[in-house]
């Protein structure tokens, strides 16, 4: 399985944006789905991953209470909200995929537990 993300753009301070991640075939209840990002310069860090089912979130402390993670497995596809957005969210965001057996908190947001990396979507954000 292939992801690809799509979605970015260049937005305003305090603006809105909506990611997606499309699957090129079914994902399995096996795995979780991430989302990371990477700034120019800087390491690709975790920004909120959710499990197959969708009732389990987790999120980076920076992007609480403004991005949402959801998915609908029927579509192979997993999206983040991104509202309020901030200069400092700018950067290459990409979707992954992880064993749902690597369930604590050091594994799911290291990228070494991920796989499927697809292409990314930038996001700039103007102040």
């Known amino acids: 399985v292939q992801l690809q993300a799509s979605g970015g753009g260049l937005v305003q301070a305090g603006g809105s944006l909506r990611l997606s991640c499309a699957a090129s075939?079914?994902?399995?209840?096996?795995?979780?789905v991430g989302w990371f990002r990477q700034a120019p310069g800087k390491e690709r860090e975790f920004v909120a991953t959710?499990?197959?089912?969708?009732?389990?979130?987790s999120y980076t402390d920076s992007v609480k209470g403004r991005f949402t993670i959801s998915r609908d497995n029927a579509k192979n596809s997993v999206y983040l909200q991104m509202n309020s957005l901030k200069p400092e969210d700018t950067a290459v965001y990409y979707c992954?995929?992880?064993?749902?057996?690597?369930?604590?908190?050091?594994?799911?947001?290291?990228?070494?537990?991920?796989?499927?990396w697809g292409q990314g979507t930038q996001v700039t954000v103007s102040s």
């Open positions: 075939g079914y994902i399995s209840s096996s795995y979780a």
């Open positions: 992954a995929l992880r064993l749902s057996s690597y369930n604590s908190w050091r594994e799911y947001t290291s990228r070494a537990y991920y796989s499927s």
């Open positions: 959710i499990s197959w089912g969708g009732s389990i979130t």
